[in-house]
T-cell receptor, first 114, second 112 residues
Framework: GAGVSQSPSNKVTEKGKDVELRCDPI?????LYWYRQRLGQGLEFLIY????????KSGLPSDRFSAERTGESVSTLTIQRTQQEDSAVYLC????????????FGPGTRLLVL | GENVEQHPSTLSVQEGDSAVIKCTYS??????FPWYKQELGKRPQLIID?????GEKKDQRIAVTLNKTAKHFSLHITETQPEDSAVYFC???????????FGSGTRLSIRP
């Protein structure tokens, strides 16, 4: 079946602009994660959605970052007033249920802030 | 909170030799330990995982060992091949309601 998809695949924006990144998880997956990966670096946790529970937002680096997910479907990550240090690949992952299951990663959105 | 430390950060081995990557975790309640492989420019993919009720798991050339007393787990790759070159991430999770915590990654290079 279809895997995790993300859009856009690449995004170039100017400093100060807002951007919205989209993640379509695998159908039926209740858990969804967002990560940030800077060039040559590790996976930086941003936010975690699990079913209808309140999301774990402990990884969001500032109040410019926010994410939403409606039910068990699409999630959007919004970065307001982008800064150059926001440039990175933003990865989304979903898992069947709970965090103790295999995470399936999307291809990522490569964000470049000029 | 939960913390996962991974080392080494880089590892270079001769083709055919073995590679070992080690991780330690802080929360003794952790009970699920996956390993992900990320090839250059690609997304991370699960290669093997282990749960706390077993001490070792093997899948062809890859094995993972878990020492719950010492709170560490390791990835072993035998007979390394060029296609094993990638960044490897360990991770730990301790409950169905908690997020998975990743280590900082190990860049493995296989020398021909």
């Amino acid at each position: 079946g279809a895997g995790v998809s993300q859009s856009p695949s690449n995004k170039v924006t100017e400093k100060g602009k807002d951007v919205e990144l989209r993640c379509d998880p695998i159908s039926g997956h209740t858990a969804l994660y967002w990560y940030r990966q800077r060039l040559g670096q590790g996976l930086e946790f941003l936010i975690y959605f699990q079913g209808n529970s309140a999301p774990d937002k402990s990884g969001l680096p500032s109040d410019r970052f926010s994410a939403e997910r409606t039910g068990e479907s699409v999630s959007t990550l919004t970065i307001q007033r982008t800064q150059q240090e926001d440039s990175a690949v933003y990865l989304c992952a979903s898992s069947l249920d709970r965090s103790r299951e295999t995470q399936y990663f999307g291809p990522g959105t490569r964000l470049l802030v000029l | 909170g939960e913390n996962v430390e991974q080392h080494p950060s880089t590892l270079s081995v001769q083709e055919g030799d073995s590679a070992v990557i080690k991780c330690t975790y802080s929360d003794s309640a952790s009970n699920y330990f996956p390993w992900y492989k990320q090839e250059l420019g690609k997304r991370p993919q699960l290669i093997i995982d282990i749960r706390s009720n077993v001490g070792e798991k093997k899948d062809q050339r890859i094995a993972v060992t878990l020492n719950k007393t010492a709170k560490h787990f390791s990835l072993h790759i035998t007979e390394t091949q060029p296609e094993d070159s990638a960044v490897y991430f360990c991770a730990a999770s301790y409950s169905s309601a908690s997020k998975i915590i990743f280590g900082s990654g190990t860049r493995l290079s296989i020398r021909p």
